[in-house]
């Protein structure tokens, strides 16, 4: 889940949005295979640095044999996340190799990740669903990852073109900056989401995806609805997608019990029902709002979750399923 401060601020370093497309694909591949490399050479060996170089970036990363991990609050939550992706991965739920070396390295304890793997593979699988559509028509388009934490999605997707910015707190930045090295079309924003001074390095003429996986239910609803207002108004013709907690979800959640039952209980503030999908569809700008189907799959979690999709509105939001939504803004009329 992405990260926030104690104001509803997401904050991360920042530097200058990429334009250039060098050897793209091959570059990427190469960095991580040599760190990967170079990575595992020190830790069986029995010896650690505490610098390396991303090679041909003129990146440099710090390579430890341990990484610590000191993070609370809503940062903390994004463990979680990052702990069911390397679960799901380990049992061939998701491809995602970088997720599972990730975990490998972090000095942390993920033995709580393991709940709901299977549907929280299905929700990442439904963003990397959205972001790959958004690819095949705007291949070299640009995607904003608001709150993204340790989340691998550019390993995932990267099709050798996609210029991607990160937006983020800076303690999740400083441990994020300690893993594989951001490639030459990445880039990472400092500043808050809500006062929008991430979009300042983006062109409004460029296609434009931003997403927020696991964020808003940390914002006031006031937040969420002037940060979606303002999207719409400094990217006109861009889409949104992001998960939401229906209110149902989070009295299931209070029966629970452990570290993340508690850090929901206490930090989630906006939930939504059918009456907030119809407040966010009124919002100037917002020229449709639809439910994103997960990719069909063989399996339980998926045929679930895309059956739930199918239900009425009301009933749909009344389940505790976190669900994923898509707004496109209208675009700036050329009359």
Not at 109 to 130: E, I, P, Q, Y
């Amino acid at each position: 889940m992405g990260p926030v401060g104690d104001a509803g601020r997401v904050l991360c370093h920042g530097c200058v949005h990429p334009r250039a497309l060098p050897s793209a694909r091959s570059e990427t591949a190469a960095r991580r295979v040599e760190w990967r490399v170079r990575t595992r050479k020190r830790v069986r060996a029995g010896r650690s640095i505490e610098w390396g170089s991303a090679p041909g970036s003129g990146i440099t990363i710090s390579i430890v044999g341990s990484i610590p991990v000191d993070l609370s609050g809503v940062p903390e939550t994004l463990l979680g996340n990052l702990g069911r992706r390397a679960a799901a991965a380990r049992i061939g739920a998701l491809k995602d190799p970088l997720a599972v070396e990730v975990v490998d390295r972090l000095d942390y304890d993920f033995a709580h990740s393991t709940r709901g793997v299977r549907l929280h593979a299905v929700r990442v699988a439904t963003f990397d669903g959205a972001v790959r559509s958004f690819l095949g028509v705007h291949p070299a388009g640009t995607v904003v990852a608001l709150g993204e934490g340790l989340e691998t999605q550019f390993w995932r997707l990267d099709n050798g073109r996609v210029r991607w910015l990160t937006v983020d707190l800076p303690e999740t930045m400083e441990l994020r900056g300690r893993l594989p090295p951001d490639g030459p079309r990445q880039s990472s924003h400092s500043g808050s989401a809500l006062d929008l001074g991430w979009v300042d390095g983006l062109s409004p003429a460029d296609p434009t995806l931003v997403t927020a996986q696991g964020l808003f239910p940390y914002f006031q609803r006031d937040q969420v609805h002037r940060l979606i207002a303002g999207i719409a108004q400094r990217l006109p013709g861009s889409v949104l997608v992001f998960d939401v907690v229906p209110e149902v979800m989070l009295d299931m959640v209070r029966r629970a019990s452990g570290r993340e039952r508690d850090l929901a209980v206490t930090l989630w503030t906006w939930l939504f029902n059918a009456h907030e999908h119809a407040l966010i569809s009124a919002i100037p700008g917002v020229e449709k709002l639809r439910d994103v189907a997960p990719p069909l799959k063989r399996d339980l979690a998926s045929f679930g979750i895309a059956a739930i999709g199918r239900l009425p509105r009301r009933l749909r939001y009344s389940l505790p399923v976190i669900q994923v939504l898509q707004a496109k803004f209208r675009a700036v009329s050329a009359h």
